[in-house]
């Protein structure tokens, strides 16, 4: 299966220092996005980027997209020890009923 | 508020018994799904759902049925011919006839087989 692929597989910072997670994919995307789990809970969306787009902004979260090299990464500016959870981006290809694949995640830990 | 409920949150089971998860949402989305996460595996996909009496296989389908009877629910049945159900079971949905659409998920369930 079409899969994003998370790294580094774990993560660990300063608050205040930047964080950046990649992921890789394998085949033609719609669109691009990342997820946060904070542990042991459900996953909420974070960014969404289109296909058509290179970069962008929400907040502390920069996103950019590669489609030649099919990769992406998430940059947090600025972390805070509340920033610490699994980061996972997720893709699927251009077929509308199609489900996202999930990466295996990249863990974040900020500490104060 | 409008989300997605999953129960029980945790669950425990004998070797055996089928169990069913139940995943209730209220956005009015037409596509729900059902995932499951082991430690350090990421999210793999069971079944997912695009409208209502409908669904198709995902990844790991083996041992799992589910069904789709009304469109706010999707619920989860982890049954005896699944080798090694102990796992955190995600349900999501989503706003259907999209490509690649938002998911928003629920909670979780955590079943552990004693």
């Known amino acids: 299966s079409q899969q994003g692929e998370e790294d580094p597989q774990a993560l660990s910072i300063q608050e205040g220092e930047n964080a950046t997670m990649n992921c890789s994919y394998k085949t033609s995307i719609n669109n691009l996005q990342w997820y946060r789990q904070n542990s042991g809970r459900g996953l909420v969306h974070l960014i969404l980027i289109r296909s058509n787009e290179r970069e962008k902004h929400s907040g502390r979260l920069r996103v950019t997209l590669d489609t030649s090299k099919k990769s992406s990464s998430l940059l947090i500016t600025a972390s805070r020890a509340a920033d610490t959870a699994s980061y996972f981006c997720?893709?699927?290809?251009?077929?509308?009923?199609?489900?996202?694949?999930f990466g295996k995640g990249t863990t974040l830990s900020v500490s104060s | 508020d409008g989300g997605i409920t999953q129960s029980p949150k945790y669950l425990f089971r004998k070797e055996g018994q089928n169990v069913t998860l139940s995943c209730e949402q209220n956005l009015n989305h037409d596509a729900m799904y059902w995932y499951r996460q082991d430690p350090g595996q990421g999210l793999r996909l069971i079944y997912y759902?695009?409208?209502?009496?409908?669904?198709q296989k995902g990844d790991i389908a083996e041992g799992y049925s589910v069904s789709r009877e009304k469109k706010e629910s999707f619920p989860l049945t982890v049954t005896s011919a699944q080798k090694n159900p102990t796992a955190f079971y995600l349900c999501?949905?989503?706003?259907?006839?999209?490509?690649?659409?938002?998911?928003?998920f629920g909670e979780g369930s955590r079943l552990t087989v004693l």
């Open positions: 999501a949905s989503s706003q259907g006839g999209l490509a690649a659409p938002q998911l928003f």
């Open positions: 997720a893709t699927a290809n251009n077929q509308a009923g199609t489900a996202l694949i």
């Open positions: 759902s695009q409208i209502v009496n409908d669904f």
